[in-house]
């Protein structure tokens, strides 16, 4: 269901999207102008004039070398974005053009708090990107000096990502520490989360699987995207936390939205699931069609790649996949189930069935045609999070009789 005060049918959408979008793209050229300037400039360490996002990470490391009987040390990726400070301009236009899109009523008193929530759900799209540049982390790490580590240079997208290697080897599984760039205050800060190379582990989408989104519908993205608070899909926040209780798993969340929505996301985690490593795509749009096909197009192959990247840190660890039926979640689970078989322990498929047009994406034959060569005890299709609480236990059960002396 809508919020009650936004029409989910409007005849003109095409036309309003369209004079968005060209709103959006005389923006963004000038935004272009302004970037190709900046990228003429020699590079220099990031200072207070920037804004910085760092990300929240997993830390892992290797099993004990058969050499030295040593584990490796612990690597961390983090991914970095760098914001030029002051760089808002007066979003009022497109405020008003995403209010028009979703058919903003404005009844009982509202319109104002939306169209508030609005402009801070699109202010990260206008920040302006710096490229280039270089920061000082500082690391600490417990029983050791605090590491500082040298950032970037980030791309043209004001993007970095680097695997640090702490050259530590001996640390708590589980510990959390608190990192922060020098110099920088906004959001300079990330929670880096240490995990060893046994256990369980989570890769759970996002998007119709966690967070009310609706996927198979454009006006639906923006509606729930900039002018709703979000909400989570009824029963998952208890399924995960069964899940976090039973397999104390290291957690995953892989989402096809861009990254200007990691502040959104992250809060929206944080307030209703168990935190973990919230992975975006690293890259923008340019107009609102943009945006919509970052949620649509080619998911399948950006999730495969990114669930491959992390089988690579965390080659032995039990996973579990979790995501829905709107895109290719299933397609893209079985694929990594037909590379890696013995590391995918289970899939579990919401059936979305409160939004339209869902028919042949829940029917039968395309679970069938999906999942083929995968086994019937691996891959599960549910429509309340309650139907898998006995899947979950036979997968825990199977598990510790597969790892019993």
């Given at each position: 269901m809508g919020s009650p005060f936004i029409r989910t049918k409007d005849p003109v959408l095409p036309q309003k999207l369209g004079r968005f979008t060209q709103s959006w793209k005389r923006y963004s050229s000038m935004i272009r102008v302004v970037s190709s300037t900046l990228l003429?400039?020699?590079?220099?360490?990031?200072d207070v004039q920037h804004t910085v996002w760092l990300l929240d990470n997993t830390a892992y490391r290797y099993p004990a070398s058969h050499v030295s009987g040593e584990p490796h040390s612990w690597r961390v990726e983090v991914v970095a974005c760098v914001f030029r400070k002051n760089s808002r301009r007066d979003i009022s236009k497109f405020v008003a053009?995403?209010?028009d899109l979703i058919g903003l009523d404005g009844e009982l008193g509202t319109e104002k708090e939306i169209r508030h929530r609005i402009a801070r759900r699109l202010q990260p799209f206008l920040y302006q990107v710096v490229a280039d540049h270089s920061m000082m982390l500082e690391f600490p790490l417990p029983n050791h000096p605090t590491q500082i580590h040298e950032i970037g240079p980030t791309r043209e997208n004001g993007i970095v990502s680097q695997v640090l290697n702490t050259g530590v080897r001996h640390i708590e599984d589980g510990l959390r520490i608190w990192s922060r760039v020098r110099g920088v205050r906004d959001r300079a800060t990330m929670e880096t989360t240490f995990a060893g190379p046994e256990g369980w582990l989570v890769v759970s989408d996002v998007d119709d699987t966690i967070k009310y989104t609706q996927t198979s519908n454009a006006t639906g993205i923006i509606r729930t995207t900039f002018a709703e608070e979000p909400r989570p899909i009824p029963g998952m926040p208890q399924l995960y936390s069964r899940i976090e209780r039973r397999f104390e798993p290291t957690w995953f969340y892989l989402s096809?939205?861009?990254?200007?929505?990691?502040?959104?996301?992250?809060?929206?985690?944080?307030?209703?699931?168990?935190p973990g490593t919230l992975i975006l795509r690293d890259s923008s749009w340019l107009d609102?069609?943009?945006?919509?096909?970052?949620?649509?197009v080619n998911t399948m192959e950006y999730k495969v790649d990114r669930i491959r990247k992390i089988r690579k840190w965390f080659p032995h660890r039990r996973a579990l996949c979790i995501g829905d039926s709107t895109q290719t979640d299933p397609e893209a689970y079985a694929e990594i189930y037909r590379r890696h078989p013995e590391w995918i322990h289970a899939i579990l498929i919401r059936k979305v069935t409160d939004v339209p047009q869902m028919e042949e994406k829940n029917s039968s034959k395309r679970?069938?045609?999906?999942?083929?060569?995968?086994?019937?005890?691996?891959?599960?299709?549910?429509?309340?999070?309650?139907?898998?609480?006995?899947?979950?236990?036979?997968?825990?059960?199977?598990?510790?009789?597969?790892?019993?002396?």
């Open positions: 003429r400039q020699p590079p220099q360490v990031a053009a995403i209010a096809a939205s861009p990254y200007n929505l990691y502040p959104f996301l992250r809060g929206f985690l944080r307030d209703h699931f168990t609102m069609s943009e945006l919509v096909k970052s949620f649509t679970f069938a045609e999906a999942f083929k060569d995968v086994p019937k005890n691996i891959w599960h299709v549910f429509e309340h999070p309650r139907e898998v609480y006995n899947v979950l236990d036979e997968i825990r059960a199977r598990d510790n009789a597969s790892f019993s002396p």
